[in-house]
């Protein structure tokens, strides 16, 4: 049985005379364990497609028009209130684009990683000592003292370092990262891909990443799906969409990615009239 | 943080010394002086006074004397915390406040209390039903009752329920009834409660509407954070959310008024106390400002400022307990 099977998923705003189909009818199945990366530019709906897995998308402004989400075979749209908490953080958990926003500003770090675990793991005795455990496997040095540290006084890699953490430490059976590097330098956005490799060689966890550059795919995600316009236009395996990409926008997402070695006076920019 | 506090402190004297010359310039050059309010009704007046007698007065008060000299020196005894005499009563302006101060302090104080206790939770409710019937109906009442003058509403409140006309619920005026040397324990301060009820009305309504709108504002742009997103993904309860993560952020600017409402309630209590014929601060300034008592007005006016400016201190004391961003270095 698949962990993760979306099918025929819509989600509409604004006015349902004349609606913006921000998801329209999307379906894909993950496998738990498998690592897949939602591809697409902004407004093509994969940031609405990852919080709507746990309803975490406010209906209203949102509604979900059509379809079925299904996390490990319960009906995620009509599961009430209290379960869907329960599958919130341990089912599936969320990495943020934004980490210094993403946390809370007035409680530390360590306080924030607890809420986490005495909501999902209340059997945890020594809570501490899980956290310091948590902080140090997504590589945060002397976890003991950071953990009284608040958000502000940690740089950005290491606030997404954290929120990892918070994430990770509920054991989820699905990681989405919706974003997790744009809003950090290059440096860091590697350091922080190389954590999430790492991670993933380390447990039996799916992952959903959430991207809008093809250059981090490459290396990373078994399965790719490329998003456009509300739409699933073009998946498979990384590698063979990555070779022989069919939709003209996955073949112009590809060529958006400057590549090494190659003279180019300008930057790719996609031809919207070529595809619609 | 102890530099800061400080050099904050430090502050508070230029600050006092502009607040204190400007008040003592304005009730001393403005039209009228003592001399003319005890000779009131004129040469020709049964209290009538000779323009001998009332140089004499002007003189004795030292009137004459040029304005920043008189300044100076009053500033002089008040660094012997010596406020002087009233020209009034000739009691001294320290025992004529001390003996209404309580009285405001508890009026403002409980004014003050529940403001908060009350706008706070409005101000959460209408930010969580925003746009919705709940959310327009304490917003269009908060209005109504910010736009309406306190002397107005405490007119309406004694026509309402204490005058008799229509309901006798509640004392019309002053602190206690007149038997209330007979009264138990117990008995009096009840007593004395019913007498406090209308006039912290009349202080509390103007500063809740305020702050439940502030409230408002502060709780919806603390509901529109990414961390509040992130709490939910952890699967908090909404309660949790709101309550704990949304309302801690939405404290921060809600407390720094607190510092601001303090002049609004005390100046507030001036008329308050004076339709209430409540024995406060607030009324002796009002007569001290008629009878142009300037020792008093200038101790009040001492009074009030340093428990203003102690108010803000207070407040950016407050912003860095909830704040863990601010450190003052």
């Known amino acids: ?276 | 943080m102890t530099t800061y506090l400080i050099r904050r402190i430090l502050l508070l004297v230029p600050t006092l010394l502009g607040i204190t010359l400007l008040t003592f310039l304005l009730v001393r050059e403005a039209p009228g002086n003592i001399a003319l309010m005890k000779g009131a009704g004129g040469e020709n007046g049964s209290r009538a006074m000779t323009a001998e007698q009332r140089e004499a007065m002007i003189k004795l008060y030292g009137l004459d004397k040029d304005p920043f000299t008189a300044y100076a020196e009053w500033i002089g005894r008040l660094t012997r915390l010596d406020l002087g005499d009233s020209w009034v009563d000739h009691r001294s302006v320290v025992a004529k406040i001390g003996e209404r101060i309580g009285l405001t302090a508890s009026l403002a104080g409980s004014a003050l209390l529940i403001s908060y206790l009350v706008a706070i939770p409005l101000g959460v409710i209408a930010a969580i039903k925003r746009g919705q019937v709940t959310d327009r109906a304490i917003s269009f009442t908060v209005f109504v009752l910010y736009s309406i003058p306190s002397f107005a509403a405490a007119l309406l409140l004694i026509l309402l329920v204490a005058g008799g006309d229509y309901l006798n619920l509640l004392p019309m005026y002053g602190t206690n009834s007149i038997n209330a040397s007979e009264m138990g324990r117990f008995e009096w301060l009840w007593d004395r409660i019913q007498h406090m009820i209308l006039p912290v009305i009349c202080l509390t309504y103007g500063s809740l509407s305020y702050i439940s709108r502030y409230a408002r504002v502060s709780m919806l742009e603390a509901l529109a954070q990414d961390f509040i997103r992130t709490a939910r993904a952890k699967g908090l309860p909404e309660r949790l959310v709101i309550l704990h993560h949304a309302l801690r952020n939405a404290l921060i600017p809600i407390i720094t008024i607190f510092a601001l409402e303090l002049p609004v309630l005390i100046s507030g209590a001036v008329i308050i106390e004076e339709i209430f014929s409540l024995p406060g601060m607030g009324q002796l300034m009002f007569a001290s400002l008629e009878a142009r008592d300037n020792p008093t007005i200038m101790g009040i006016t001492v009074f009030v400022s340093i428990l203003t400016l102690l108010g803000y201190l207070l407040a950016d004391i407050l912003y860095v307990v909830v704040d863990p961003r601010i450190r003052y270095e």
């Open chain 1, 1 to 276: 049985m698949a962990l993760l099977h979306v099918e025929n998923l819509g989600i509409h705003f604004g006015p349902p005379e004349d609606p913006v189909r921000a998801v329209d009818g999307i379906s894909f199945e993950m496998a738990a364990g498998e690592t897949m990366a939602l591809v697409g530019e902004s407004g093509s709906g994969k940031s609405v497609t990852a919080l709507a897995l746990t309803r975490l998308l406010a209906s209203p402004p949102a509604r979900y028009v059509s379809g079925r989400i299904e996390f490990e075979g319960r009906d995620v749209l009509r599961l009430p209130e209290r379960e869907l908490r329960a599958l919130r953080g341990s089912g599936i958990a969320y990495v943020f684009q934004e980490p210094s926003s993403s946390l809370n500003p007035v409680f530390t770090i360590g306080y924030q990683i607890r809420e986490a675990i005495d909501l999902h793991r209340p059997e945890i005795r020594d809570v501490t000592g899980e956290i310091v455990r948590a902080l140090d496997t997504v590589g945060i040095r002397e976890p003991e003292k950071r953990l009284n540290d608040y958000p502000h006084q940690l740089s950005g890699g290491m606030q997404q370092r954290v929120m990892i953490a918070m994430a990770l430490a509920c054991r989820p059976r699905l990681l989405v990262a919706d974003e997790p590097t744009t809003a950090l330098d290059v440096t860091i956005q590697k350091q922080i891909m190389d954590l999430l490799k790492a991670l993933k060689q380390q447990s039996n966890m799916a992952i959903l990443l959430i991207t809008h550059n093809f250059g981090l795919v490459a290396d990373f995600a078994d399965r790719v799906l490329v998003m456009f316009q509300g739409r699933i236009v073009e998946s498979g395996p990384t590698a063979e969409v990555l070779r022989n990409p069919q939709h003209l926008y996955t073949r112009a997402l590809i060529e958006c990615v400057p590549k090494l070695g190659q003279k180019q006076r300008r930057l790719k920019v996609i031809d919207y009239a070529g595809i619609n």
